[in-house]
């Protein structure tokens, strides 16, 4: 344990962050987009089957309640969109229980932030430029590029995302080397294409590009809407740069029954996964009965677009004291 209690990142990117945060405040205060604060521990959390989370007890009479440690300031923001505040960002920690490893860190900063009267290109464009001013600094030739799920898929693979068939996946999963693909994604289409688009599909992204993928399909919609003009898709887009995932933006659901919907099937999920139980937030889907405003949103991973701007490999360089540490 010797030398256990000193930082793992040194000083010049422990200057690289402050830099980066204060820039961060800056792009947003000349946009007029408000700072908030919402609690990290909160009694409800996400249903996603694919996220866990770390929960604690509070010890108050009559008897003790379970909060969790947000995975996402999410659905505490859009509480503050239903009651007005207009666009907000936030910059906070996030935590994932079972997620630890180069890009992963149990405990992570996150920037997210919600446009209202933004539709899912305005706020593409803007992703962008916030990128290009935080990287061009340190990546001269950084450019941007929009690709649509499916082509890139497509391009990569020669498979259709928006077509099951597992036999086609398994055979080209085998191929590759991934023989347990089959055993671990089974008859679940999103598995598949999680697992696909992972191992096959993010290491053939070009470098040096902020890669916007947009358009996912429907399966993997999350807390988007559907595509209006094609209901295979899902008004959802996700942003990389040299193949490492840096943030997941949406135009927002706003329909409650819907949203309660896709609660229910998730939790439904995690029962037949045998994943810890969970209970919709229901302040969140009152906000959303009261009114959600038109509006897209996104989070990126700050350790992440650190990570790109230091050229560093592995997530424990950007942190003073990353999990191990803690």
């Not at 996912?216 to 995932?245: K, T, W």
């Not at 906000?287 to 897209?296: E, K, R, V």
């Amino acid at each position: 344990m010797t030398g256990h209690w000193q930082p793992v990142a040194n000083l010049l990117q422990l200057r690289q962050r402050a830099r980066l945060l204060a820039a961060i405040r800056q792009f947003f205060a000349v946009r007029d987009v408000l700072e908030v604060e919402t609690p990290l521990l909160c009694r409800a959390t996400g249903t996603d089957p694919n996220l866990d989370f770390f929960s604690s007890r509070f010890h108050c009479s009559p008897q003790p309640i379970t909060y969790y440690l947000q995975t996402s300031p999410e659905f505490a923001m859009k509480r503050l969109l239903a009651a007005g505040c207009g666009s907000i960002y936030q910059i906070c920690k996030a935590f994932r229980n079972g997620e630890a490893g180069r890009f992963h860190n149990p405990e992570f900063t996150i920037l997210e932030w919600y446009r209202v009267g933004f539709d899912l290109q305005a706020l593409m464009d803007e992703v962008a430029e916030l990128l290009l001013a935080l990287l061009l600094p340190v990546m001269p030739r950084l450019s941007v590029m929009r690709v649509g799920y499916q082509q890139l898929f497509s391009e990569m693979t020669g498979l259709d995302p928006l077509i099951f068939s597992r036999g086609e996946y398994r055979q080209f999963a085998a191929d590759l080397g991934y023989p347990e693909a089959d055993s671990l994604c089974g008859d679940d289409h999103a598995l598949w294409l999680d697992f696909l688009f992972s191992h096959c599909v993010q290491n053939a992204m070009p470098s040096d590009a902020v890669c916007l993928v947009h358009g996912y399909p429907a399966i993997q919609s999350s807390l988007a809407r559907i595509d209006p003009n094609d209901r295979r898709l899902s008004e959802r887009f996700e942003v990389f740069i040299n193949g490492m995932e840096l943030g997941n933006g949406f135009f927002e659901l706003a329909d409650v029954a819907e949203q309660e919907a896709r609660f229910e099937r998730e939790i439904a999920h995690r029962q037949a996964r045998g994943l810890a139980a969970v209970e919709k937030d229901q302040w969140f889907l009152q906000a959303l009965q009261a009114g959600l405003p038109d509006c897209s949103g996104v989070a990126i991973g700050l350790d992440r677009v650190l990570m790109i701007a230091g050229g560093c490999d592995n997530i424990e360089q950007v942190l003073a004291f990353p999990f191990g540490r803690a």
